[in-house]
């Protein structure tokens, strides 16, 4: 019973923290 809203939510976190990872790890490789 997952609403449209929540399960939209739940991927705009997956999709900002991916966003991060990625982005944490590319300073990390060229600092």
Request: hydrophobic share 70%.
């Amino acid at each position: 019973m997952i609403n449209r809203y929540l399960l939209a939510l739940i991927c705009s976190v997956l999709t900002l923290c991916g966003l991060l990872v990625a982005w944490w790890l590319f300073l990390n490789h060229f600092l």
